[in-house]
Structure formats: C-alpha cells, structure tokens
C-alpha cells in the first residue's frame, strides 16, 4: 500500500521560510516517474506548485513560487521536499504532496499523479 506522509507545515511570518517533506513508502521510490507539490487554499481549486522528476535532474515550478521555493528528492530516504522562502500570505494553502507512475499528462496536471498524501497546513501571517 503507498503511502505519502507530508510534515513541515506551520504557521511562518511573512518573509519566512518553511521545509516540507514527504516521506514516501509501499513502492520502489525510484519507480515514481514525477514528484510533486500541489496547494489548495480556502474556497480556491487545488494547484501546481513544483515538481521533480525520477532522477533530480529536471524540476519545475509555478510562475508564482519560480526564485523563492526548491524541489528536491532523495531516492535513498524516500524523500521529496520542498523548500520555501520569502513566503508570502497568498502562499498559504494545504500542500500536498503527489507521485506519478509516469508523466504523461505533463508534471503540472493533476492527472498526471496517481497517489496523495493527506496534506500539511502552511499558514503565512502578514
């Protein structure tokens, strides 16, 4: 059974910065094709944020966090981050964390993921 188990979530003054991780778990992480991060925030549609394909080698992000977050994974820890900084309020949301069997609908659709994780609360005041 996979599972994907973000943390690093909190509340962060504007300016700030947070780590999130997802720790994956039920399947070869290095068969995941595409990582990624999603948001949704209150009375909005869910979101791209970032994603990172098998290797590291390839990353892409929303035109809204390019220069101030970072995707990264670690195959060996089961890992995928995500580094933010200079956090703004319009950058809270729920964050989740995604993972693709293949990328075929392209790394920003949510279609192209096949498992979620439950979600961290990132909460950015001014």
């Known amino acids: 059974q996979v599972q994907l188990v973000e943390s690093g979530g909190g509340l962060v003054q504007a300016g700030g910065s947070l780590k999130l991780s997802c720790a994956a778990s039920?399947?070869?992480?290095?068969?995941?094709?595409?990582m990624g991060w999603f948001r949704q925030a209150p009375g909005k549609e869910r979101e791209f944020v970032a994603a990172?394909?098998?290797?590291?080698?390839?990353?892409y992000y929303a035109d809204s966090v390019k220069g101030r977050f970072t995707i990264s994974r670690d195959n060996a820890k089961k890992t995928v981050y995500l580094q933010m900084n200079s956090l703004k309020p319009e950058d809270t949301a729920v964050y989740y964390c995604?993972?693709?069997?293949?990328?075929?609908?392209?790394?920003?659709?949510?279609?192209?993921?096949?498992?979620w994780g439950q979600g961290t609360q990132v909460t950015v005041s001014s």
């Open positions: 995604a993972a693709g069997l293949d990328t075929g609908w392209g790394y920003s659709k949510s279609r192209t993921y096949d498992y």
């Open positions: 039920g399947r070869t992480f290095s068969s995941y094709a595409s």
């Open positions: 990172i394909s098998w290797s590291g080698g390839n990353t």
